[in-house]
């Protein structure tokens, strides 16, 4: 089977209010809660893989003042009750529904516990109303629903429901086998058949992480990254060159979306902070290079296919920080392209990023990210620039490989196979600061 980039891009890249992994709970407590015939709930139960409940610790949850917890996201979702809001579903919160949220969380009616031996990103809700009781469960993918029952007996053909995948890749209709095979140059040639739709497409991407970054620097949201680089620029402290700039607005973005700002990100690939990764340090070079927005256009799309790709090899969430070493390398190939880089430069240039991030951690999303993403972003110009320059990193040296696609698998094996004992130490060091995290930890 053989791909557009149209569909790929429409798979992959999409709208995403809030962090993907709060949300999805949202999502999968909302699917639940739509089966329901009494909404009067009275209790949530809520199971998720490791990483889900690594990344759904620490993140703000928009529209929510400042409060965090996957519990809180169960019960804002089952509230709401709209499925078909996908991952823009806290659009539908409001003060009457956070207050009622709030009430059933006080009342010790939501709880949030650990699968053991998940096969990947998973999700059970179970939800008690009266006599009462359904359940969904979200696999593979935030946003695929592969599960409903009312009363325990399934509901097998509702609207709803996705196909699950038995070989485990989070797109059924193969395109995750697909991409995996993908080479950069066939992915180069596939961002070249973009057409007046497709771009448009990504620059409500661009307009829509731009806003984000607006106002993570307006308001100096979560740690204020993005905003205290601009005033170190300001003073004369840093240069604002190229890279700076792109960390400035990375940052600023990631401050915004990580402190809950009530604004959506275009997320790259599952993620949201992949997709700031994927498409704003793209966008930002245009002040230091003279190309038409058409040409920055295309190479945020060759971005987006070359994060995706890369995605496909570490896992949809793994140890390994993706906005650095998957959305990073996306950045760095949209860059190199925009600075008249070919494929050899193009490949130099990822090379260049996963050697230099590839042992990125991911703790969890946290207004730390912000941090991460300003790394990434830097380090993602820097790669093309040398790589532009004919500086590429011996393939001889650590896990590279003999091509770029070479490096890509072997980061995989180390994604999948070398760090699975270092996400779980990760995940044991996070669940002991928090009283939800010690009693999972008993």
Not at 73 to 96: H, Q, W
Request: aromatic content about 2%; glycine content about 10%.
């Amino acid at each position: 089977m053989s791909y557009t980039v149209n569909k790929i891009l429409h798979k992959l890249v999409a709208p995403a209010l809030g962090c993907t992994e709060p949300v999805a709970v949202a999502l999968g407590a909302a699917a639940a809660a739509s089966l329901l015939p009494e909404k009067n709930i009275d209790a949530i139960q809520v199971s998720v893989d490791p990483n889900v409940f690594k990344n759904g610790l620490g993140v703000n949850i928009p529209g929510s003042n400042g409060l965090k917890g996957l519990d809180l996201a169960a019960a804002l979702g089952a509230l709401i009750a709209r499925p078909d809001m996908k991952m823009e579903i806290l659009n539908g919160l409001n003060s009457k529904i956070l207050a009622r949220a709030k009430a059933l969380l006080d009342s010790g009616r939501v709880s949030v516990s650990l699968l053991k031996d998940p096969p990947g990103l998973s999700i059970h809700c179970v939800l008690q109303a009266g006599s009462e009781q359904s359940e969904s469960r979200i696999e593979q993918s935030h946003d695929r629903i592969t599960e409903l029952s009312l009363n325990r007996k399934p509901l097998q053909d509702h609207p709803l429901l996705q196909a699950k995948d038995p070989s485990g890749q989070s797109n059924p209709d193969g395109l995750d086998r697909w991409l995996k095979g993908k080479t950069l140059a066939e992915l180069l040639e596939l961002s070249r058949e973009l057409d007046t739709q497709d771009l448009s497409f990504l620059k409500q991407g661009v307009a829509m992480n731009l806003t984000l970054a607006e106002y993570g620097l307006e308001h100096g949201s979560g740690l204020g990254i993005g905003k205290t680089l601009l005033e170190l620029s300001r003073k004369g402290l840093l240069q604002k060159d190229m890279a700076l700039n792109a960390k400035i607005i990375t940052a600023a973005a990631a401050d915004a979306r990580m402190a809950g700002a009530d604004l959506p990100a275009m997320s790259s690939a599952g993620s949201g902070n992949n997709g700031l990764t994927a498409i704003l340090p793209v966008w930002s070079v245009h002040e230091f290079l003279p190309c038409t927005e058409k040409e920055i256009l295309s190479a945020i799309g060759l971005s987006h296919l070359i994060t995706a790709m890369i995605k496909t090899h570490t896992g949809k969430l793994s140890a390994l920080c993706s906005c650095s070493v998957a959305a990073g390398a996306g950045a760095a190939a949209g860059i190199a392209g925009l600075l008249g880089g070919g494929i050899t430069e193009i490949g130099a240039a990822v090379n260049n990023l996963i050697a230099d991030l590839g042992g990125t951690l991911c703790d969890g999303a946290k207004p730390g990210c912000a941090l991460k993403l300003a790394t990434a972003s830097g380090a993602a110009v820097q790669a093309a620039l040398l790589g532009v320059q004919g500086v590429s990193i011996s393939r001889k040296e650590g896990f590279q490989g003999q091509t770029p696609e070479a490096t890509i698998r072997n980061l995989g094996i180390i994604s999948r196979q070398g760090m699975q004992a270092t996400d779980k130490t990760i995940l044991d060091l996070m669940l002991k600061k928090t009283p939800q995290g010690r009693e999972h930890a008993a």
